[in-house]
């Protein structure tokens, strides 16, 4: 059983689309990251959040507690946002990923 | 301010063999993270040091290892290599232990033949 689970597995958007990204856990969390990594294996820090929303440029990533689930939205996407983006939690002393969300968007 | 290095970037080593991995964390970070990341498993955590001491451990066998030195860079070991070790192998810091924003470093690209 996965502690984290990340839908949908693949996307495939056209330039401009709104896109969201889902993420839903099992376990209690101190916070929530979400993770960018581009080809070549980069990973970029994009949020974490232990409540609420967060917004950065195009990017806005919010946390529901109690559902136990949290989603990554970008708007007006654009083709240098194609990568894969990773949910990860913090429960106690460890770390849970989630599988990851390959995303392309096509010009 | 410089970002987080990692040294070597791609290894290539034989079963049995052992390797050192080292990462340098961002300037007045104290928390240094390790991560191995295969297609099969994705990413996972090994361990997290801060200030010198291992502060939490992922599932993995006692073939991993690492230490924190007094300037916080950091160094992983694996030894006995097995051709399932192959992976990519980030590191990661931060200014304090979890929660905290962590930045990543480009990662060792570690081939086991």
């Known amino acids: 059983k996965n502690e984290v689970e990340q839908s949908p597995q693949n996307l495939t958007a056209q330039e401009g689309e709104f896109i969201t990204i889902n993420c839903s856990y099992s376990?209690?969390?101190?916070?929530l990251h979400w993770l960018q990594q581009h080809p070549g294996g980069g990973i970029v820090s994009l949020f974490m959040?232990?409540?609420g929303k967060k917004k950065h440029g195009r990017l806005i990533a919010t946390i529901n507690i109690q559902e136990k689930h949290s989603s990554l939205h970008i708007t007006a996407s654009h083709p240098r946002d194609s990568a894969v983006y990773i949910c990860a939690v913090i429960t106690g002393n460890q770390f849970y990923f989630g599988t990851g969300t390959s995303l392309t968007v096509i010009p | 301010k410089a970002g987080v290095t990692q040294t070597p970037r791609y290894l290539i080593k034989t079963r049995g063999q052992q390797v050192t991995l080292s990462c340098s964390p961002i300037s007045g970070h104290r928390s240094v993270s390790w991560y191995q990341q295969t297609p099969g498993q994705g990413l996972q955590f090994l361990f997290e040091?801060?200030?010198?001491?291992?502060?939490n451990k992922g599932n993995f066998p006692g073939r991993f290892s690492g230490r924190q030195f007094s300037n916080s860079r950091s160094e992983m070991n694996v030894s006995t290599l097995e051709l399932g070790d192959s992976a990519l192998y980030l590191c990661?810091?931060?200014?304090?232990?979890?929660?905290?924003?962590?930045?990543f470093g480009p990662g060792t690209r570690l081939l086991v033949l």
């Open positions: 959040l232990s409540s």
């Open positions: 990661a810091s931060s200014l304090a232990i979890y929660p905290e924003t962590q930045y």
């Open positions: 040091y801060f200030s010198e001491t291992q502060r």
């Open positions: 376990v209690g969390i101190s916070a």
